[in-house]
């Protein structure tokens, strides 16, 4: 059977998530991997090692790479890196994607990295909600049941000999997610061993006893002055000669991957400590994995096997990697008769499955016509196979395709450095195809990431499925099997359904399968603000996801509110054909004030499509493709404003500059160059986009005009700057020294520390009421000290912490003003927080 589809066959699943989405077939959206004769050597190498590691930290980018890198490279022992989270409530520096968008973004660039690194990736189903301040906050908002669960499961399935935690369990960890990942991690050590904890999970795996768990620590976590000979240490530091680098040298480059983040890295070589603590288990004395068997005698009848992979290594030829080959069938007959439900025999079978076509130079791959593919329809593929070892006749049994129970009979010979074209279409599957879809709804068929098919909480994703939780990504939508014989043996290979074109400036690109609705709608706005009942436009874009497709579009509004038309027909005639509606909608009778949303709907044919289509593309990761709900917030509230011209500098990327013509204002999009004191005296107010002064260094030189246009009657609101790696040592017009203060809990209650501040009085009265139903958080990156010259505004405080007052800062500097705000306004804005579009106001509107 080679029906590819998420919920297929319990011991077809339980192969893939144990081994073959690292080895079977390449990472989505990526060239078909090539190996250097040095490569081919270390991973022969690895045949013989059969010992494995964990990495359990919270974030993507708490891992140490150096050490990953490391342990996969040097000791040659599987390591995987398991994050709690996909990162969703950081920051991005790349663009303007959060939440869900910025999750997807991370989650690629920790597979990037492990490309690098030669580590695995795995995840819990833990949403990351922003910022937490102890392990106890964390877990009031996770499930923490469900994350031991997860990382149970992924202990039961990797059987790690040694797991590392990079953050310690207590306080010292720095963030409430940090220190719960500890913690979970010294729970999980048990609950593994322990048939009694998460029973349903033993119809696919075993319980597991690690030998031992460890805290990586490090200069982040110990005092100055102590002493570092009570950890256990090793030096990870060392050059790996058939790699042709130090690990610190590949480290720098796994970790440069996390882009969005701001972590490019410098390459550090020579000795590298690294330092251990002791959390559970056996000690090690002299090595990691001291106790630890990593040779074939830990496997019953295993030494024999062991012993023909040495010949292998004494034999191979760099020149001829090929006349390994031989060898290779024999280790590989050796492992078919050792007992196929070891977890080891099942590794080293894959590994060298792996390490024949690596040593044939074996080239396969599969690639559709168009990008996507509709639900129901067929599209062509073409499959090229090349051989290129001059002294070996490979044959091409079957090939197995997506829509049939049947594998296709070919029988081709592949000849030395004679590429074979195969050309066939498949069919993927429809609502209709009761058969194949087996109890899952249409939307689960598309090609979203397997986390976001379901409604999520603030901090859990909701993953039903068993055998999909732990995974970093989708399995391909496609896969193509194709069955090759060499002399007396067969190996099958999965050769994932992928679209490649060639870009003139990067060149050939790969692109992954994606599956679509026939029809699509996005709604072109992050939120709609209403501060009258005056109509607003509201553009829908319908997006064909195949030719010929007719229907009807419209908007799904709560009661008071209408649009005009009601419904707009549409008929696109070729695939991607898109067309772009606009509706009137305005508040009438019964609207009530504050925040509700809209909704887009296509109908075609009876059947009701409400997912948009939403393509995140940057150079460094791999295209992805989201199906996110038509969805959009609409407010309504009492609104003033003052002025009317406002100049945005863009730092990291937000969406604030929409959210300022939602309520009127005529915004420009300022470029560095723009920051002339001639050209700024045009501009009523001019916005600081977040972490402006990290990311913008022209504003080293730009800041004398910006502060003259303050001195001159202007007025200048900066968000929030982190408080490393400004351009320049002084931001504002007095001295503010930046700090790390932040409050978390969105409604934590908010005290006005002078009424009678303007900011809190014109045009728009602002009360505590003003900071309810915020999003994620409060505010962050509040100043820790500020000259007397700036103002406080209001104060607020997480549980059990003193009072926080630098929120708002704002000074009188000539005849203007000077605000700095470290409050969430890029998270408030686009979710339609009415109290964040009042504050935001009255800021742009101070002095007129």
């Excluded at 597979?111 to 877990?139: C, H, I, P, Y």
């Amino acid at each position: 059977m080679t029906l590819r589809q998420p919920f297929r066959a319990a011991a077809v699943w339980l192969i893939v998530l144990t081994h073959s989405l690292i080895h079977s077939f390449t990472a989505q959206a990526q060239a078909p991997k090539t190996y250097s004769s040095s490569e081919i050597l270390l991973g022969l190498k690895k045949l013989n090692v059969l010992g494995s590691a964990l990495y359990i930290a919270a974030h993507p980018d708490d891992e140490n790479t150096r050490l990953i890198a490391y342990l996969a490279n040097g000791r040659l022992v599987d390591t995987g890196y398991l994050s709690a989270t996909r990162g969703d409530g950081g920051q991005n520096l790349i663009g303007p994607e959060l939440r869900e968008g910025l999750g997807v973004i991370r989650t690629q660039e920790l597979l990037a990295a492990r490309r690098v690194d030669g580590g695995r990736q795995f995840f819990t189903r833990a949403n990351d909600f922003g910022f937490s301040k102890t392990a106890q906050e964390t877990f009031t908002i996770w499930d923490k049941e469900q994350v031991l669960a997860d990382m149970v499961w992924v202990i039961r399935q990797r059987r790690p000999d040694v797991m590392i935690t990079r953050f310690p369990p207590d306080a010292r960890a720095g963030h409430g997610h940090h220190t719960a990942s500890a913690m979970l991690a010294i729970e999980a050590f048990d609950a593994a061993a322990d048939p009694k904890r998460f029973p349903e999970q033993l119809q696919y795996v075993q319980p597991w006893q690690a030998k031992r768990l460890l805290w990586n620590t490090g200069s982040f976590f110990v005092k100055p002055g102590e002493d570092m000979s009570q950890y256990f240490q090793l030096d990870a530091g060392g050059y790996n000669p058939l790699l042709g680098r130090s690990y610190g040298e590949i480290a720098a480059e796994s970790r440069t991957s996390h882009k969005s983040q701001g972590f490019g890295s410098s390459a550090q070589r020579g000795e590298a400590p690294e330092y251990f603590q002791l959390l559970k288990g056996v000690p090690a004395k002299t090595d990691l994995f001291d106790g630890v068997d990593l040779t074939w005698n830990r496997v019953p009848g295993g030494a024999a096997v062991g012993k023909l992979v040495d010949e292998v290594i004494r034999n191979y030829d760099a020149s001829n990697p090929s006349a390994s080959v031989a060898g290779l069938l024999k280790v590989r007959e050796a492992l078919r008769k050792l007992p196929q439900n070891n977890f080891w025999v099942k590794e080293k079978l894959t590994e060298t499955n792996s390490m024949f076509q690596s040593c044939l130079g074996l080239y396969m791959e599969a690639i559709a016509a168009f990008p996507s593919v509709c639900l129901g329809e067929s599209i062509p593929v073409k499959i090229t196979l090349l051989n290129r070892t001059p002294n070996q006749v490979l044959n091409l049994s079957e090939l197995g395709f997506p829509d049939r129970d049947k594998d296709s009979i070919v029988n081709k010979t592949i000849g030395p450095n004679q590429p074979i074209t195969i050309k066939s279409a498949f069919l993927q599957p429809a609502k209709a195809d009761n058969d194949r879809l087996e109890g899952r709804t249409r939307d689960e068929l598309l090609s979203q990431p397997y986390w976001l098919k379901r409604s999520a909480t603030v901090g859990m994703y909701k993953v039903p499925a068993q055998l999909e939780r732990g995974l970093a990504e989708n399995e391909p939508d496609a896969i193509i099997t194709a069955v090759i014989q060499a002399v007396s043996q067969e190996f099958t290979y999965d050769i994932p359904v992928q679209y490649k074109h060639t870009d003139p400036v990067r060149g050939e690109i790969y692109e992954p399968l994606t599956v679509v609705p026939p029809v699509m709608v996005n709604v072109g706005g992050q939120a709609f603000v209403f501060a009258d009942n005056a109509a607003k436009t509201v553009p829908v874009t319908v997006r064909a996801g195949k030719g010929g497709v007719k229907g009807n579009v419209s908007l799904t509004l709560p009661a008071g509110w209408q649009s005009e038309p009601a419904n707009f027909p549409f008929d696109l005639a070729a695939k991607d054909a898109e067309q772009t509606v606009q509706f009137q909608v305005r508040p009438v009778a019964g609207a009530k004030e504050g925040k509700t949303e809209l909704r887009a709907v296509a109908t075609v044919d009876g059947q009701a499509y409400s997912r948009g289509y939403q393509v995140i593309a940057y150079d460094h990761i791999p295209t992805q493709t989201l199906f996110p709900e038509a969805t959009a917030p609409l407010v309504k509230l009492d609104l003033k404003r003052k002025g009317q011209q406002i100049g945005y500098l863009m730092g990291a990327g937000d969406e604030v500059p929409e959210a300022l013509r939602q309520i009127g204002y005529t915004v420009t999009l300022l470029k560095p160059d723009d920051l002339t004191e001639t050209n700024l005296r045009r501009f009523d107010a001019v916005v600081l986009g977040i972490r402006a002064y990290n990311t913008v260094e022209q504003l080293k030189a730009r800041q004398p005009a910006l502060l003259k246009y303050v001195e001159n009657g202007g007025n200048v609101v900066v968000q929030y700057v982190v408080n490393r790696g400004t351009v320049l040592p002084e931001i504002g017009p007095y001295p503010l020294t930046l700090g790390r203060d932040r409050v978390t809990v969105e409604d934590a209650p908010v005290i006005l520390l002078n009424p009678k501040q303007p900011l809190l009085n014109t045009p728009n009265r602002i009360t505590p009421a003003d900071f309810k139903g915020w999003v994620q958080e409060q505010g962050l990156y509040y100043p820790e000290k500020w000259d007397p010259r700036y103002q406080t505004v209001i104060s607020s405080h997480d549980p059990d912490e003193p009072a926080r007052e630098s929120a708002i800062l704002v000074a009188d500097y000539g005849k203007g003003h000077y605000i700095y705000t470290g409050l969430s306004l890029f998270r408030e804005l686009p979710a339609g927080v009415p109290g964040a579009y009042r504050i935001l106001t009255n800021m742009v509107s101070l002095g007129k």
